[in-house]
């Protein structure tokens, strides 16, 4: 019994919460409706690119220091792709640096930032009808520009906003988070998108269209993180996202729990180091940030920056090279030992050359999105939208939806509370030995008199003998020995109300 009872006590401490289904029929609306981002394969607008060449040209610095023309000025613009993917050829490291040169001279030490938001194809120009409710929306009042792991993106609903006093770092205001009315297509979110081929600049992947990221609004999408929905739309489609959730929370009570026990973090700790929010993601996205610039010494321009990080300079152009060094480095994440995990052994590959490692909790409380895609050909010259038509040439149409009115809702609760626990304990006594709270409250009983009669007994023997006890004087027959013991009178007589003393003599007297 105490065998069990001690291994069951254990066993809460080590794990004292347990996820558990709560319902699979949790309403729609009352969940978050996911932050979308519309990402353009294209990261270069040609047209930009050419614009930008042209206002170069005019700094005399530039003009007189190298022969250059437009064309081939934006040319070397393009190499400025580079910076997504951390990526440059033994052969353009030439052209690389007399841009980083070129640039220098014009802007004075330009800002990487503006100027890849400069390059960016504009959100205006690719998103030209949008609904959303089942209401139809002007584009630029719902989509904002984000940054994303695939740079600036056009984004809705996210809840991160660009920090008034700092403009590298974002605050959160979860008041503006959308969530859809009803399920069905014509109740979510609907884009038509035009990829502007003619365009086309710097392209991240060998495809044309868009990538479509589906997340948590509250996250900075990585897909090197998790909790990021990739999709693809080419041109001339209708593509329909059909969107389901699972959402995992905590009472409160477990966040009175150590850390380490109930292995998880609420979004209100740690909030100060990630902008006021602590998520997954983010941690691990500022786990990596941290080991590029011990590296590099500088941020890439599309990632979160915290208020630690404020004055560190982004990257530019000369340093693609340590970029490209430690590049694999920053894709691999070392997975964290979990408490009933066996040790990884990394004794055959150096733990600097081979992955990150981040210290990184879950989060208590998150939103998990799925999505099951279906398209068909867009074949038609022209679409009928608010009444009003629209030609299209490659345009795809995009519809961004919940298909079912329930999701499913997890919650992590206490493994036992105390009273779950005694009845526990009292099972386990009960099956070995029998044992319930009446026989508990018995032997408590049992043992407090016990107590008692042994402090008190001998002060009240001296007492009785000169109050109503009696002292008697007995015989043992066979030993012929007298004995004196203590009667309460009463045991003789009751009407007697004085001392009497009794000697009984022996029988040979």
């Given amino acids: 019994m105490s065998f069990i009872i001690l291994e069951t006590t254990l066993e809460f401490q080590d794990s004292p919460t347990v996820a558990t289904v709560e319902t699979d029929k949790y309403p729609m609306q009352e969940i978050d409706y996911p932050a979308i981002s519309i990402c353009n394969i294209n990261k270069i607008s040609l047209l930009s690119a050419i614009d930008l060449a042209e206002e170069l040209l005019e700094f005399k610095t530039v003009q007189y220091s190298v022969n250059l023309t437009v064309e081939k000025l934006t040319n070397l613009i393009t190499t400025l792709g580079n910076l997504y993917h951390f990526d440059i050829d033994e052969d353009e490291l030439e052209d690389t640096y007399l841009l980083h040169t070129i640039l220098e001279r ?24 949008c609904s959303w409710n089942g209401k139809d929306q002007d584009c630029n009042e719902i989509f904002f ?19 008034l006093h700092n403009k590298d770092s974002f605050i959160f205001t979860s008041k503006t988070i959308k969530r859809s009315k009803e399920a069905g297509s014509e109740y979510g ?63 409160p009570n477990v966040i009175n729990y150590d850390i380490k026990e109930r292995d ?6 740690q909030s100060r180091t990630f902008g006021g929010y602590y998520s997954y993601t983010d941690c691990l996205s500022y786990c990596r940030t941290r080991d590029i610039i011990s590296f590099c010494k500088c941020v890439p321009f599309f990632y979160p920056v915290t208020p630690d990080m404020s004055n560190i300079r982004k990257c530019n152009l000369k340093d693609l090279t340590c970029l490209k060094k430690y590049k694999e480095r920053w894709l691999n994440l070392k997975p964290r030992n979990e408490k009933l995990m066996v040790p990884f052994h990394n004794t055959k590959i150096p733990v600097e050359s081979c992955c990150i490692s981040c210290d990184c909790l879950p ?38 939806y919940f298909g079912s009115p329930r999701t499913t809702k997890i919650r992590q609760d206490m493994l036992f509370y105390w009273y779950e626990l005694m009845s526990n304990y009292g099972g386990i006594c009960s099956l070995f030995l029998g044992i319930s709270i009446i026989s508990l409250i018995e032997m408590l009983y049992f043992c407090i008199m016990r107590c008692i009669n042994f402090v008190f007994e001998p002060s009240s023997v001296e007492s009785t003998n000169s109050g109503n006890n009696i002292p008697i004087t007995t015989i043992n027959v066979e030993s012929k020995e007298s004995q004196t013991v203590v009667l309460y009178w009463k045991e003789i007589s009751g009407k007697i109300s004085k001392e009497i003393n009794l000697t009984f003599l022996p029988l040979d007297g």
């Fill in 264 to 269: 998880c973090l609420f979004s209100t700790e």
């Fill in 106 to 129: 014009g802007y004075n030490d330009y800002n990487v930032d503006r100027l890849m938001r400069r390059l960016l194809p504009k959100c205006r120009s690719i998103l030209w009808q």
């Fill in 363 to 400: 989060s208590c409380e998150d939103i998990t999105y799925t999505v099951t895609t279906s398209d068909i050909p867009l074949n038609i010259p022209y679409l009928t939208w608010n009444r009003k038509r629209t030609y299209i040439n490659n345009h795809s149409l995009v519809h961004i």
């Fill in 189 to 251: 979110l609907s884009v038509l998108l035009n990829p502007q081929l003619y365009d086309y600049a710097y392209k991240l992947l060998p495809i044309q269209g868009f990538k479509i990221l589906v997340y948590s609004s509250l996250d900075y999408p990585n897909a090197l993180n998790g909790g990021v929905r990739e999709i693809f739309v080419p041109p001339k489609v209708e593509m329909f996202l059909n969107l389901d959730a699972v959402s995992f929370y905590s009472i």
């Fill in 145 to 163: 520009l984000r940054i994303t792991n695939n740079g600036y993106c056009c984004t809705f609903n996210s809840a991160r906003h660009v920090d």
